[in-house]
């Protein structure tokens, strides 16, 4: 049997990060990954997602570059299925062709073991990986996620696919039927509908981006609408049936149906955490699989055992998992360092994006906090004018008690890149006071923060 200091599960973002940290460090270091070095970000997730949409919104911008005044007549464009061509041409390029020997080679190159194949605990401290026995001092967890695979009957009948089937596909389909309305399945939608896809999208909550602002919910409803986006809000699908020709047929809760060629099944994610023997280690997952740990990321009721990424159920993101995975590294290394997770952004990244962080005011309301709110039209900044863009919103949330911001949640032109104002306020816990007297450069979207923070600061010192 090989004896390392740590054997890591999982090759993802995080595990990437942990092994190659503590490897660099003198630690001898086992990566155990069945798939892909790198997990599903660089190749069939994050970076591939946001390739498409940028190529959907450099065709959107195109059509538009008369009103932009870059031209002084509209310019002509190739047909949709050429033009998706050469986005999946460019899309398969940034994702190295989903091929992981370059991110592989880099992780042995820090001087970790990298070991091919699943890897299950048999016993207290030691690991098979496919009949290789891997004794370790410490485990860490960094198994990821998977798709949801909802219980939809016919669903398995049909032309379907995931999320990382379509970031892959080469071809544009004629129609597709996006089930979820998260931030994958808005993504998706918009990508193929601005290539001229008929793409219908039904999400069984009221809304699209879940649990966010509803306001800003709303606009980005208005968004996928304008881009020809057929929202069915509040649906369930019922049940699928295959048509003669290769097609879905989809029966809605609205009593409706809807042909498809594609199914697109974007109903959210489950943490990997079976298949693991964690049971010999006497750790329990929670109803959603996740693996719960402690704010070092130690897992819960299990010493030597670590946890980071999504197979926590904490943040679901890639940042997360790289936050996470700077806490593990430096506690193995004998720190006491604890994660912090009140300040972690969300972003759909649509065209405009929506991004959040923290907390809305009706989930602060649930935990007892005095919370209160003030939003701020994009269409009133002056940039706006100038980007020639369709507007957006901001609404920021503050604890009156502690006079801090707590919340804040924006759709508009990169709102993904100026709401880290926010994320830094609330973690730093900089008094409204403060952020009351931060100067903005003019014009940004950055200026649509000092109305509201201004209101904000007005109700607290009225308290």
């Not at 197979?311 to 997360?320: E, I, N, Q, R, S």
């Not at 957006?392 to 949330?397: A, E, F, K, Q, Y």
């Amino acid at each position: 049997m090989e004896s390392f200091d740590v054997v890591v599960l999982g090759a993802g973002s995080a595990g990437e990060a942990i092994s190659t940290g503590l490897a660099g460090r003198g630690r001898r270091v086992a990566l155990v990954e069945s798939l892909r070095v790198g997990g599903e970000c660089p190749y069939v997730a994050c970076m591939p997602s946001k390739s498409l949409l940028r190529s959907a919104q450099a065709r959107s911008e195109a059509r538009e570059l008369r009103e932009l005044g870059g031209a002084s007549v509209a310019p002509a464009l190739d047909g949709d299925d050429e033009a998706f061509r050469r986005a999946v041409q460019r899309r398969d390029a940034i994702a190295e062709g989903r091929d992981d020997r370059a991110a592989a080679a880099g992780v042995e190159a820090a001087g970790v073991v990298l070991v091919r194949g699943h890897g299950k605990v048999v016993r207290p401290g030691v690991v098979d990986v496919d009949g290789r026995e891997l004794g370790y001092a410490d485990l860490v967890l960094a198994t990821g996620s998977r798709p949801n695979a909802p219980d939809v009957p016919g669903l398995d009948s049909v032309p379907t696919w995931t999320s990382d089937e379509a970031l892959s596909a080469p071809e544009r389909p004629g129609s597709l039927l996006v089930m979820g309305g998260g931030a994958v399945g808005c993504e998706l939608a918009q990508v193929h509908a601005r290539f001229g896809v008929r793409t219908t999208l039904v999400q069984a909550g009221p809304q699209v981006a879940g649990k966010e602002e509803p306001s800003i919910a709303a606009l980005l409803a208005q968004v996928l609408r304008d881009d020809g986006v057929d929202l069915r809000l509040g649906t369930q699908v019922h049940r699928a049936e295959p048509t003669g020709d290769g097609r879905a047929t989809v029966h809605l809760s609205d009593g409706t149906r809807v042909t498809a060629e594609r199914v697109l099944v974007a109903v959210g994610r489950t943490p990997s955490s079976d298949g693991l023997g964690l049971e010999v280690l006497g750790i329990a997952t929670s109803d959603t699989g996740a693996v719960e740990v402690d704010d070092h990321c130690r897992v819960l009721g299990a010493r030597g055992i670590w946890a980071a990424g999504d197979v926590t159920g904490a943040a679901p993101y890639t940042h997360t998992a790289n936050y996470q995975a700077r806490v593990v590294v430096e506690n193995l290394l004998g720190g006491d360092r604890r994660a912090d997770l009140r300040a972690i952004p969300r972003a759909v990244y649509t065209d405009p994006a929506v991004a959040s962080v923290g907390m809305a005011e009706e989930q602060a309301r649930e935990q007892g906090i005095d919370a209160v709110t003030a939003a701020m039209d994009l269409g009133e900044v002056a940039r706006t004018s100038t980007e020639g863009a369709g507007g957006g919103r901001l609404v920021l949330t503050a604890d009156r008690k502690r006079g801090v911001l707590i919340g804040a949640a924006a759709i508009g032109p990169r709102a993904d890149e100026w709401l880290s104002e926010a994320t830094l306020a609330i973690r730093a816990e900089i008094p409204l006071s403060v952020l009351t007297d931060v100067v903005h450069p003019f014009p940004t979207f950055g200026e649509a923060y000092e109305p509201p923070l201004r209101e904000l600061a007005a109700r607290v010192a009225a308290r």
